[in-house]
């Protein structure tokens, strides 16, 4: 299980990290997981606590989304908790939208179309 975890296939998945300027303490990291046919990507994003309210979390979802793009990736998704405020909102603010997660009303399913502007 744990080579099937760490196993990534560079075309369809990436990790990015951010690090402290020292380079010595990892901050956040950011998964983009495709499809198989490239159209729709899911991103998942942890910020270390100390790190929040920083804008950390918004230069990663900004960075992710941009390379989403450019791999012509049409539709980027993020599943939070409903309880997660503050990802729905930095969420919403960079144009996702959001609605119920299918089959699970305590999850939020957010989607933003690339390549349109955001407002």
């Keep these: 299980q744990l080579k099937a975890l760490?196993?990534?296939?560079?075309?369809?998945?990436?990790?990015?990290?951010?690090?402290?300027?020292?380079?010595?303490?990892?901050?956040?990291?950011?998964?983009?997981?495709?499809?198989?046919?490239?159209?729709?990507a899911e991103v998942a994003i942890s910020v270390h606590?100390?790190?929040r309210h920083d804008g950390v979390g918004w230069e990663m979802l900004e960075h992710v989304a941009k390379h989403a793009e450019a791999m012509g990736i049409e539709t980027l998704e993020s599943i939070e908790s409903r309880d997660n405020h503050a990802a729905i909102d930095l969420e919403r603010d960079m144009g996702f939208t959001a609605r119920a997660y299918p089959g699970d009303a305590s999850l939020m399913l957010l989607e933003r179309k690339l390549g349109q502007p955001t407002e």
């Design 6 to 40: 760490t196993n990534v296939d560079h075309s369809r998945t990436e990790n990015f990290i951010a690090l402290v300027d020292d380079g010595k303490q990892i901050i956040a990291s950011a998964m983009l997981a495709c499809d198989a046919v490239l159209k729709r």
């Design 49 to 51: 606590s100390d790190f």
